[in-house]
């Protein structure tokens, strides 16, 4: 969808299998809303929060073999970050205040 030529609403990219590669949510062609992006495979690899083209809220990714979740407060980490394998076992964990690592990391 667009609007006055700028993308305006959800827009999907899909590979050749048919398969969806992300799903961005847009307003005025900034990124507004919830982003996806998706393995070959379908399987959800990331989603994040978009507020006026600023991450903002909860994160979920991957990172090598790692699975990363933690919080996004207009562009900056924030709160508890953990990276965990994928069968749920924490691998690192901690906080960030202001996007800074602060106390103790395991």
């Given amino acids: 969808h667009y609007l006055a030529g700028q993308r305006h609403g959800r827009y999907a990219v899909v590979a050749e299998s048919g398969l969806k590669e992300t799903e961005v949510e847009y307003r005025r062609g900034v990124k507004h809303g919830e982003s996806l992006a998706f393995t070959k495979g379908g399987q959800i690899k990331e989603r994040a929060h978009y507020v006026d083209g600023v991450l903002h809220g909860p994160f979920e990714g991957r990172v ?11 562009g900056v980490e924030v709160g508890l970050w953990t990276w965990s394998d994928f069968d749920g076992n ?4 901690g906080e960030f ?4 690592r602060v106390g103790l990391w395991r």
Avoid: N
């Fill in 97 to 100: 205040a202001g996007g800074v």
């Fill in 64 to 74: 090598s073999q790692l699975r990363v979740t933690g919080t996004y407060d207009h």
């Fill in 90 to 93: 924490k691998q690192r964990e």
